[in-house]
Nanobody, 124 residues
Framework: QVQLVESGGRLVQAGGSLRLSCAAS????????MGWFRQAPGKERAFVAA????????YVADSVKGRFTISRDNAKNTVYLQMNSLKPEDTAVYYC?????????????????WGQGTQVTVSS
């Protein structure tokens, strides 16, 4: 059974940093694409970043480019989202996702598995 468990979300002041973790288990993730999405109150879930597990190619949404970085630790089967220079508009529940055949990384319907989410709140 595949499990994705996010952690690291909390309340932080604007300008601060956080690192979110997504621990993946239940199967080998070779060939998978791992993504981070976020959903703010009253808004649709939005793509944040993704990484191709095999080659490590990364993709980041324009809204967070230059501030957020996605990475992975193969040995720990964990994906990270390093978030710097946080802004109040980054406040959201952040979800980790995994997909075996992700054609369009920004579209959540390509991802097969989802974590429960972790709350990030950025105060001004």
């Amino acid at each position: 059974q595949v499990q994705l468990v996010e952690s690291g979300g909390r309340l932080v002041q604007a300008g601060g940093s956080l690192r979110l973790s997504c621990a993946a288990s239940g199967r080998p993730f070779t060939g998978y694409t791992m993504g981070w999405f976020r959903q703010a109150p009253g808004k649709e879930r939005a793509f944040v970043a993704a990484i191709r597990w095999n080659f490590g190619a990364t993709y980041v949404a324009d809204s967070v480019k230059g501030r957020f970085t996605i990475s992975r630790d193969n040995a720990k089967n964990t994906v990270y989202l390093q978030m710097n220079s946080l802004k109040p508009e980054d406040t959201a529940v952040y979800y980790c996702a995994a997909g075996s055949a992700v054609v369009t990384i920004t579209r959540d319907n390509f991802y097969d598995y989802w974590g429960q989410g972790t709350q990030v709140t950025v105060s001004s």
